[in-house]
C-alpha cells in the first residue's frame, strides 16, 4: 500500500515570501500525485495533479508542483504568496491502476502574515 | 455543476448513541468515497463505492459504522453506538473514475463535522 509524507506541520511566513512544502511517498509502481487545498471554512479543492508527461506541473493560484521519481518526492511551490493562500494543503497518492484508493499525507497548515 | 451535497453539517450526540450522515454526489458520478478527517490528520478512507457495489472498505470499522448506496446515487454513512474517537468531520466525495482509470478528480464535500460527547 502507499503512504504519503508531509515534512511540515505548520509554516508561517510573510506576505510576497517563496513557499515550499515538502511532500513525499512511498510506493513501488506508478503514481498518481495530486495536492488538495483546504482554506479556512471550505471543502476540500484540487490544486494540481501529475498523471504523465511532464513532471512540472502547473495549477490554480500561481502554485505549481514538480514530480522527481528518483526522489519520490511531489513538492509544492509557489514564488510569492499572498495572504489569501491561508489554507491548509493536503499531498495525495494513488496507484496508477483500477480503482487505487487516494492516501492523503497529514497535512501542512500554512498562514501567510500580511 | 452542483457540488457534493452532504447533510447535516454538524452533528453532536452523546457515546453510545447513534447518527446517521447522507450524501448525494455530483451527478453522473459513478464512485462515491466516504472519507473520516481527525483532528490534525489527512482524510483517510473508509468506505469507496462504485456504483451500488462495495470497491474498497477495508478501513471501515464494520462493527459500528455501515454505509450504503442502494441505489448507486445517493448513499447514507451510520455510526452505532458512537464512541468518543468517533469525533471527526465525515467527507464524502465522488468522482467519474471507472476501472483502469484512477487519475480522475476526486471532488469533496463540505463535510459532516461530528462532536460524540
Known amino acids: 500500500a502507499q503512504s504519503v509524507s508531509q515534512h511540515n506541520h505548520h509554516v508561517i511566513l510573510s506576505e510576497a515570501a517563496s513557499l515550499e512544502l515538502g511532500c513525499n511517498y512511498s510506493?513501488?509502481?506508478?503514481?498518481?500525485l495530486f495536492w488538495y487545498v483546504q482554506y479556512p471554512g471550505q471543502h476540500l479543492q484540487l490544486l494540481l495533479k501529475?498523471?504523465?508527461?511532464?513532471?512540472l506541473v502547473k495549477g490554480i493560484k500561481g502554485f505549481e508542483a514538480e514530480f522527481i521519481k528518483s526522489k519520490f518526492s511531489f513538492n509544492l511551490r509557489k514564488p510569492s504568496v499572498q495572504w489569501s493562500d491561508t489554507a491548509e494543503y493536503f499531498c495525495?497518492?494513488?496507484?496508477?491502476?483500477?480503482?487505487?484508493?487516494?492516501?492523503f499525507g497529514k497535512g501542512t497548515m500554512l498562514l501567510v502574515s500580511p | 455543476e452542483a457540488g457534493v451535497a452532504q447533510s447535516p453539517r454538524y452533528k453532536i450526540i452523546e457515546k453510545r448513541q447513534s447518527v446517521a450522515f447522507w450524501c448525494n454526489p455530483i451527478?453522473?458520478?459513478?464512485?462515491l468515497y466516504w472519507y473520516q478527517q481527525i483532528l490534525g490528520q489527512g482524510p483517510k478512507l473508509l468506505i469507496q463505492?462504485?456504483?451500488?457495489?462495495?470497491?474498497?472498505d477495508s478501513q471501515l470499522p464494520k462493527d459500528r459504522f455501515s454505509a450504503e448506496r442502494l441505489k448507486g446515487v445517493d448513499s447514507t454513512l451510520k455510526i452505532q453506538p458512537a464512541k468518543l474517537e468517533d469525533s471527526a468531520v465525515y467527507l464524502c466525495a465522488s468522482s467519474s473514475a471507472r476501472a483502469g482509470n484512477s487519475g480522475n478528480t476526486i471532488y469533496f464535500g463540505e463535510g459532516s463535522w461530528l462532536t460524540v460527547v
Open positions: 495525495a497518492v494513488n496507484a496508477n491502476s483500477g480503482y487505487s484508493t487516494l492516501t
Open positions: 510506493y513501488g509502481g506508478t503514481v498518481n
Open positions: 501529475y498523471f504523465s508527461g511532464d513532471p
Open positions: 463505492f462504485q456504483n451500488n457495489g462495495v470497491v474498497d
Open positions: 451527478s453522473g458520478h459513478a464512485t
